[in-house]
T-cell receptor
Framework: GAGVSQSPSNKVTEKGKDVELRCDPI?????LYWYRQRLGQGLEFLIY????????KSGLPSDRFSAERTGESVSTLTIQRTQQEDSAVYLC????????????FGDGTRLSIL | GDSVTQMEGPVTLSEEAFLTINCTYT??????LFWYVQYPGEGLQLLLK?????DKGSNKGFEATYRKETTSFHLEKGSVQVSDSAVYFC???????????FGQGTTLQVKP
């Protein structure tokens, strides 16, 4: 389809392992966001990419979290040395260039840390 | 900092009942306001939005009016259907990056 694609859809891993989550944006969408949704809570902003500009990393909760994106292509969110509190649904959203454009969300990756 | 507060759920209504889900916000500047909906088993999708004071966003029979004086953006629908059962999120955006700040979500369950 033409939507935002995230993989894997589910990930179960042991505490202390590293995980990498992937987001394929809608073609032509220059802006890309990562959010985290803990159980029963709203979404928390993590990081924002816009083209080749420096990313806004102000929402990353610790230095164990990092994200990459080259140009307007795929983005990966990496969590190192995972902790149980990292368990959440990680959502990616993209939007086309221009103001007041709605963000299009992927279905998310459900991450469970044992 | 900027924040959004929604009424706690779950909200349980009978079909054809009137719905209000309260949302208030705190923000510097002039935010854009949004309602997103997450149907069971589906991704988050935009329901409606308003970008300036007194604007009314509407979609699928839902409405919300941007009230600057009360810093509110309450979601309303005159007659809910079973198919409206979902989690509803109020959100705002103030920065030129477009990042969204969400409320905690309100679960709506509509019974036949």
């Amino acid at each position: 389809g033409a939507g935002v694609s995230q993989s894997p859809s589910n990930k179960v891993t042991e505490k202390g392992k590293d995980v990498e989550l992937r987001c394929d944006p809608i073609s032509g969408h220059t802006a890309l966001y990562w959010y985290r949704q803990r159980l029963g809570q709203g979404l928390e902003f993590l990081i924002y990419f816009q083209g080749n500009s420096a990313p806004d990393k102000s929402g990353l909760p610790s230095d164990r979290f990092s994200a990459e994106r080259t140009g307007e292509s795929v983005s990966t969110l990496t969590i190192q040395r995972t902790q149980q509190e990292d368990s959440a649904v990680y959502l990616c959203a993209t939007e086309p260039r221009g103001s007041n454009q709605p963000q299009h969300f992927g279905d998310g990756t459900r991450l469970s840390i044992l | 900092g900027d924040s959004v507060t929604q009424m706690e759920g779950p909200v349980t209504l009978s079909e054809e009942a009137f719905l209000t889900i309260n949302c208030t916000y705190t923000a510097t500047g002039y935010p854009s306001l949004f309602w997103y909906v997450q149907y069971p088993g589906e991704g988050l999708q935009l329901l409606l939005k308003a970008t300036k004071a007194d604007d009314k966003g509407s979609n699928k029979g839902f409405e919300a009016t941007y009230r600057k004086e009360t810093t509110s953006f309450h979601l309303e629908k005159g007659s809910v259907q079973v198919s409206d059962s979902a989690v509803y999120f109020c959100a705002l955006s103030t920065s030129n990056t477009g990042k969204l700040i969400f409320g905690q979500g309100t679960t709506l369950q509509v019974k036949p």
